[in-house]
């Protein structure tokens, strides 16, 4: 029998409970600052938690009641995705295999041990967790609660990161993440474009101590420990129970102090004073107007969401119902197809019920789930302009973000600079392409250009389900590919931004295949058809074309707008999209310009 550790000690993913999901699931009524109400929640949750495992077979579990903590340990049997092929070798084997201690076939599944504990401190509610215990509590815990510690921990020079996750506005890599082999610090790792989803810190003795945390007299005085914060907050130090509680008092009392630095560009919506319901109202009428473009469906994960799953699943929780099963990554306008063909139609009561009761998952092809159930309005990302500022707030995985003010000088200069800088050079291209129109709509615009000697017209020609180019002309340095829209506004400056990051990136991928001659030629064949139906000729032949595309010259991706382009725009966002695009396109060896088309 293996030794005890009598103190109980172990490392422990703390989260803190979100009394608001809890009650979209349970619809508690009662003041959240009261005991019995706390009493009702921890409950429901156990009870939640007892009756996913009474589904499983073969679970086994034990509920808790001890000291202040309440919970579930429990016990899951799995069946290994290898379990047929074991079975096969097994049978088939000629090895003598009468003797004791020889794996059988019925052994051939994986256990885990897992818990679940709850602790109330005040009117606050605290989750710890350990193995597969973290997917029965996390829809209910508060959304980037580990993250949002730490400005109140460090300074914003403190040179403690370690380890990084972060979801991105702007270009195709939704997400990315990182190791450092010396620490850096906050203000160095942040990024207008980026918002942390996970960082691993060093904590020094002072700091640990901050949180409660206590060295042995024995410890080096240099001791560091690692911290995990995301939606939970990880100390990678065993602790027992009675210490435990004394973190969770600190983490009380950090919560209410002041924050040293903005943890990022975006800024929590609710601090900045918007509410939560106002801003699922503002979606909810974006839905009804069918412009929900705006948003992606991603799971938890962009890359893990599209790339590591095979068959994806959308449940109605409340009907008990498989509404889609599929191969194909499932979209979001797939699923607001889905309501729309209801006997509900879209309104805004069944488009609530959509975004809180209807949840995504994930198999790979063996069938293990990849990612767990996983409500809607936690899935998508995108962003709404709220309000008669048009103010856009970005929604990412259940929780709205702002552009903190203290950064909108900094990013009105940023633009004022980069349009200086380019002015020339677009001066140059206008001028020696003859651009400028006075056209007011891009259609009427892009069709204008078929007159233009000097550019080659590729609008409307999709290469899978991409334009790579309403336009292309080139000089003896450089290829030029000019995507355009009627109005530099938030929206305008959204659409053609996704659209050039797109088609750079794709593009990109298909001249470095082998068959990028037979790629090209496709293309251009497309470009020629659409000239003999306006009754023109390509201003480049075949041939032309393909030595050009795959010369050495530069690409320089442009973004052109009809009008509203300058530097006066009140549109924050536009001018965001335009200054992120540059420094993304630039760091990838591309030239990047924004420019008016308008006379």
């Not at 939640?48 to 016990?75: A, E, H, M, Q, T």
């Not at 401190?121 to 973290?134: D, Q, R």
């Not at 075949?542 to 050009?548: A, K, V």
């Amino acid at each position: 029998m293996s030794a005890t550790n009598q103190t109980g000690e172990t490392q422990y993913s703390i989260y803190k409970i979100n009394f608001e999901e809890v009650e979209n699931v349970f619809q508690l009524k009662e003041d959240k600052t009261n005991k019995p109400y706390v009493e009702k929640t921890i409950n429901a949750l156990v009870n939640s938690i007892v009756r996913l495992l009474n589904k499983k077979p073969k679970s086994i579990y034990s509920k808790i009641d001890f000291d202040g903590f309440f919970g579930v340990v429990f016990k899951t049997v799995h069946d290994p995705s290898w379990q047929d092929m074991a079975n096969l070798l097994i049978e088939k084997s000629t090895c003598d295999n009468s003797q004791k201690n020889i794996l059988h076939i019925n052994s051939l599944t994986n256990s885990n041990v897992s818990y679940v504990l709850l602790y109330q401190i005040e009117e606050n509610l605290f989750a710890m967790t350990g193995g597969y215990g973290s997917n029965y509590i996390t829809k209910f815990a508060e959304k980037n609660f580990g993250i949002y510690l730490l400005p109140k921990i460090f300074e914003k020079d403190s040179t403690v990161i370690k380890q990084i996750n972060q979801n991105s506005l702007t270009g195709n890599q939704s997400s990315s993440q990182h190791a450092n082999r010396k620490p850096t610090s906050f203000s160095l790792e942040r990024d207008m474009s980026n918002i942390f989803r996970q960082l691993g810190v060093e904590a020094t003795k002072e700091i640990a101590e901050k949180l409660g945390i206590y060295f042995d007299d024995n410890e080096s005085e240099n001791k560091k420990v690692n911290i995990l914060n995301k939606d939970s907050i990880v100390i990678r130090r065993p602790i027992s129970l009675s210490q435990l509680k004394k973190v969770l008092s600190r983490i009380v009392t950090l919560e209410k102090s002041k924050d040293n630095f903005v943890m990022n560009y975006l800024v929590l919506a609710k601090k900045k004073g918007f509410k939560n319901t106002d801003l699922f109202s503002s979606l909810i009428e974006a839905i009804l107007n069918e412009d929900y473009n705006n948003f992606i469906l991603v799971g938890d994960d962009y890359q893990s969401y599209y790339l590591n799953a095979s068959t994806y699943c959308l449940i109605d929780e409340q009907a008990g119902e498989k509404l889609i099963e599929q191969s194909e990554p499932i979209l979001f306008k797939d699923v607001i197809e889905k309501v729309k063909q209801s006997r509900y139609g879209l309104t805004i009561s069944s488009l609530t019920r959509m975004l809180k009761k209807y949840s995504i998952e994930t198999y790979d092809n063996v069938g293990n789930v990849i990612l767990y159930r996983i409500s809607l309005f936690n899935s998508i990302q995108g962003h709404i302009d709220f309000g008669a500022n048009n103010i856009p707030c970005f929604l990412f995985n259940g929780t709205w973000y702002v552009i903190d003010a203290k950064y909108e000088d900094q990013l009105k200069d940023e633009f004022a600079s980069y349009v200086k800088n380019i002015e020339s050079n677009i001066s140059e291209i206008a001028k020696s392409f003859n651009l400028l129109d006075t056209k007011s709509t891009e259609d009427q615009y892009n069709q204008s250009l078929y007159d233009n000697p000097n550019v080659l017209v590729a609008h409307t020609i999709l290469e899978s389900n991409i334009e790579i180019a309403d336009a292309i002309f080139f000089d003896d340095e450089k290829i030029y590919y000019m995507h355009n829209k009627t109005s530099f506004s938030g929206a305008g400056a959204r659409d053609i931004i996704n659209q050039i990051q797109t088609a750079a990136n794709y593009f990109q991928i298909k001249l470095a295949q082998s068959d990028r001659e037979d790629f090209l030629r496709g293309y251009y064949s497309k470009i020629k058809e659409l000239y003999i139906k306006n009754a023109k000729t390509p201003t480049i032949s075949e041939q032309d074309f393909i030595d050009l595309m795959i010369s050495s010259r530069k690409k320089c991706y442009i973004a052109g707008f009809i009008k509203s382009f300058s530097t006066g725009t009140r549109s924050n966002y536009a001018k965001y999209l335009t200054v992120e695009t540059q420094k993304r396109l630039t760091s990838k060896g591309y030239e990047f310009l924004a420019m008016s088309l308008s006379k």
